[in-house]
């Protein structure tokens, strides 16, 4: 058994996610932590709303609410929308608790004993009309390296590379569209060239990732600089320095605080269940010695979409190196030991809609909570898994959704169960028992197949390849309808064909129960039914829920997302009881009109 953290990456609260998001950094977890906690091991699955940072401010001032109002609202219903679709989190939290504070500035107090943080004279934006410092991602222009006229002014998103807003060319404010103001101010840097080589090191040990990942990383370690971690802001975590404590104008950049939220969630997690010192199984080194690298039985694997890849492969690694005392300037580990640094960063592609990019502000969007108003939670992951940008950009089409629906879940999955569960309930009220006479080999043959699904379709979520696992289950269910169609348990209506009736029938179940197995991971809300239909009683898929807390250190109260995820299926074929009562099923999926794909191609041009 592994001690494994599935860290997922933190959605902004700032609006509700759309579908494009959770097909990054939701699902995919989402189906990694089921998979690995039926497999037997000690899954700790963590995130929580990122709420700092200038666009939060700039958001709140224009609806005349406070800023923590603004995270207030879109927390809830960000936390909301997740446990609608299942994600089976064990705590999802927020970057406004105390505990957050706590452990963010116990992480740059400890870079900056080590000597990885150090003050710099700069020159930031500001705006000339307002005053108020404008953050580089509030700046656009003309990349000064490829020359793409839509760089930013902390990175390029055509090149990957890190920028300066005073460097670009031609450099606007996206908030009112004026040139801003340049002046002097202080702030700390992460010295990450002092890093570099550490981080190098480090990449060089990582096998089995996706290539871009890897590739993306490694580039980006040839011309590291020093990055800004403060910002002339007034809404986010103080500096905890001497002489900047309680200066109401300098804030840690939300950068820098949010990633490590995976870190401050974990313990905020351990607190919660009356162990507080949980936390550490997932995140030091075995025995708490040797290096940060090496995590002994503890792995970490971080989700998220490909514009968030540097933030997880080269600037977390490095704060964590940093503070573990493992760059060029040593040092020691601070009070939290040292930490480990992630086994992989699983990167998605960007999921676009209709042939566009998801856009909030253009109205090219579906929002989760929208989307699961009209359709079923396990259809729309049913279609991230099977078919979402998992290591390619991948466009949804309502035309596709309707097809991967219609065709595949409800003509394919749902198609398999139905039969089999309704012939059995007719004709012997229960699960028929195998015929004396034995197997057939053709009997032998099906449940070879959906026995060997459990290494096969389990190797490959663990290695990360979703589409290809999901593909392999449905294999197997393309199996099995196509053993009942050449069975035709139908056809056998005499008395005397009743034993090998039942057999065929027993054999059908059988695998309708691994199938739903393999499946569980993807189709949790489903799973839980076919269980049930199967005569099943208790949990098979456990789901998360929302619970109402105080807050761990005296601020104000917020949800939470939690659950109970130590009971449910085991990952392995468990054989199906002969003489359990079934009766008559009701559709497991929706068959969905056609229509709705010209009604919601009018919903996106309305």
Known sequence: MSHVLAAVAWPYANGPRHIGHVSGFGVPSDVFARYMRMAGHDVLMVSGTDEHGTPIQVQADAEGVTPRELADRYNRVIAEDLQALGLSYDLFTRTTTRNHYAVVQELFQGLHRNGYIVPKVTTGA????????????????????????????????????QLDPIDLINPKSKINGETPEFVETEHFFLDLPALADALRQWLDTREGWRPNVLRFSRNLLDDLQPRAITRDLEWGVPIPLEGWQDRPDKRIYVWFDAVIGYLSASIEWARRTGDPEAWRKYWNPKGGEGSAVSGGDALGYYFMGKDNIVFHSVIWPALLGGYSGEGARDGQPGELGRLNLPTEVVSSEYLTMEGRKFSSSRKVVIYVRDFLERYDADALRYFIAVAGPESNDTDFTWAEFLRRNNDELVAGWGNLVNRSISMAA????????????????????????????????????????????????????????????????????????????????????????????????????????????????GVHAPMPVVEEVEDLDGGPAYPVLTGDYTVGARWESVPVQAGRPLAAPKPVFRKLDPSIVDEELARLAG
Request: charged residues 20%; aromatic residues 4%; glycine residues 10%.
């Open 426 to 537: 007719k004709n012997f009220g229960a699960i028929p028992p195998v015929d004396p006479a034995g197997l057939t080999e053709a009997d032998e043959a099906l449940l070879a197949v959906a026995r060997a699904g459990f290494t096969t379709v389990g190797d490959l979520i663990a290695r990360h390849r979703q589409k290809q696992a999901i593909g392999e289950a449905m294999k197997v269910v393309a199996e099995a309808n196509r053993y009942l169609s050449e069975q035709a348990p139908w056809k056998l209506k005499g008395e005397d064909d009743k034993p090998r009736m039942g057999t065929i029938l027993h054999v059908a179940l059988q695998v309708v129960s691994d199938a739903n197995t393999l499946l569980t991971p993807f189709l949790p809300h489903s799973a839980q039914q076919v269980h049930e239909l199967l005569g099943g009683t």
């Open 126 to 161: 500001i705006s000339p009309s307002t005053g108020r410092t404008l953050p580089d991602r509030y700046i656009e222009g003309t990349c000064p390296i490829c020359g793409y006229d839509s760089a930013r002014g902390d990175q390029c998103d055509n090149c990957g590379n």
